[in-house]
């Protein structure tokens, strides 16, 4: 080996593992983030089916759900794990008398984090479920 080669591996891993770290909390983040969306689109449905079958509580329901009751939520699965979305759930039962429509909507909740409000979109498409009553 050369008299100046002796720190040349040390220097490249110097400057490559950042980005490799970078990179890979990228990858985990981006799961979180995505099993959040998953969480959330299986607790519309699960919502959506059981205010459908519980007749005689629909009132009560729907305020919880509307009111974005956490703990009440939490029995759906329906809070998500990560804190960058605000997520805000509606449950609408008065536009056909035969089916209730249950939507979330997704709106970014960094605050004054300007990388941040660069990066990721204000808000993402809303989900929804239409169920019949039964």
């Not at 969480?39 to 519980?54: H, L, M, P, T, W």
Request: net charge neutral.
């Amino acid at each position: 080996m050369r008299r100046g080669q002796k720190g040349q591996s040390v220097v490249e891993f110097a400057v490559i593992i950042p980005l490799f770290l970078m990179f890979v909390m990228g990858i985990i983040y981006g799961g979180f983030a995505y099993a959040d969306y998953l969480r959330c689109n299986n607790a519309v449905r699960e919502i959506a089916r059981a205010y459908s079958v519980k007749e005689n509580e629909r009132e009560t329901f729907k305020d919880k759900v509307n009111s974005n009751n956490g703990a009440f939520l939490e029995g759906y699965n329906a809070v998500p794990v990560t804190k960058l979305y605000k997520v805000t759930y509606n449950l609408d039962d008065t536009t056909k008398s035969d089916y209730v429509t249950v939507s979330v909507t997704f709106e970014l909740n960094i605050g004054d984090n300007d990388f941040g409000r660069k990066v990721l979109p204000e808000e993402l498409k809303p989900m929804r479920c239409t169920m019949p009553l039964e």
